[in-house]
């Protein structure tokens, strides 16, 4: 089945500065790569989104690249914010899999002051 | 997102005991999956449904069962519950044409 690692698993950045998390996939035909949120005793929710015919995707201040060749995809967000500390998760899905995601074991994004 | 509930939020129980965690939505999704979170770990599959009448497994389902009542309702059961499935639960829902999933607010299970 699908293995998704994820790095790094802590992560802190200073107020402005941009952070990057990075994943990597092993089904080569996993073709969604969603990114979810979650604040500290919330659900996670997603934030952004990107599949298999696209290389780079942005919302604002965030954005997701993905390199189907070597498998790995990254999420950027700049200007770092205090409201963006949170655990972040990737994670992939396969065509004709039922929607179903396998999670990365998730990022901590400490944004301090 | 008040679309997908979950009961009881938190549920401290014994070794052996017989517990049930339900999961509701009003989005009106066919597709349901029941999710265990870890420190450390991420979130994991248990088991997830397509409809009432298709139920599967995920990558932990051991000491787990469900049950799909109706489409907005699907049930997670332990038959004889031991500590190490303390975790959080989470519920979540997608319909059949978005791979987003809508998630509920978590279940925290002590099992002592």
């Known amino acids: 089945g699908e293995n998704v690692e994820q790095h790094p698993s802590t992560l802190s950045v200073q107020e402005g500065d941009s952070a990057v998390i990075k994943c990597t996939y092993s089904d080569s035909a996993s073709n969604y790569f969603p990114w979810y949120k979650q604040e500290l005793g919330k659900r996670p929710q997603l934030i952004i989104d990107i599949r298999s015919n696209v290389g780079e995707k942005k919302d604002q201040r965030i954005a997701v690249t993905l390199n189907k060749t070597a498998k790995h995809f990254s999420l950027h967000i700049t200007e770092t914010q205090p409201e963006d500390s949170a655990v972040y998760f990737c994670a992939a899905s396969r065509a004709g899999g039922g929607n179903k995601l396998t999670f990365g074991t998730g990022t901590q994004l400490k944004v301090e002051l | 997102d008040a679309d997908v509930t979950q009961t009881p939020r938190n549920r401290i129980t014994k070794t052996g005991k017989r517990i049930m965690l339900e999961c509701s939505q009003t989005k009106g999704h066919d597709r349901m999956y029941w999710y265990r979170q870890d420190p450390g770990l991420g979130l994991r599959l248990i088991y997830y449904?397509?409809?009432?009448?298709?139920?599967n497994k995920g990558e932990i389902s051991d000491g787990y069962s469900v049950s799909r009542q109706a489409q907005a309702k699907f049930s997670l059961s332990l038959e004889s519950a031991i500590p190490n499935q303390t975790a959080l639960y989470f519920c979540?829902?997608?319909?059949?044409?978005?791979?987003?999933?809508?998630f509920g607010p978590g279940t925290r299970l002590t099992v002592t």
């Open positions: 979540a829902t997608s319909d059949d044409r978005s791979y987003e999933q809508y």
């Open positions: 449904s397509f409809d009432v009448k298709d139920i």
